[in-house]
């Protein structure tokens, strides 16, 4: 476990190919809200809806 946090692997090990995708999956994969920079998670919608139903 110690090498995995410290990273004690060299470039052409399978670990280091592995954490590679970890990483590239980790960008892709993620909502595209997270990367907003003027969102925050407490904030709400400015105006409410409301059908006649």
Do not use: G, H
């Not at 110690?2 to 004690?8: N, S």
């Not at 670990?15 to 969102?39: G, H, K, M």
């Amino acid at each position: 476990m110690k090498r995995w946090i410290l990273w004690d692997f060299s470039r052409v090990t399978w670990q280091y190919d592995v954490l590679c995708l970890l990483i590239i999956a980790f960008i892709f994969l993620t909502p595209q809200e997270w990367y907003s920079p003027n969102r925050r998670a407490t904030d709400r919608p400015a105006a409410t809806v409301q059908s006649p139903d």
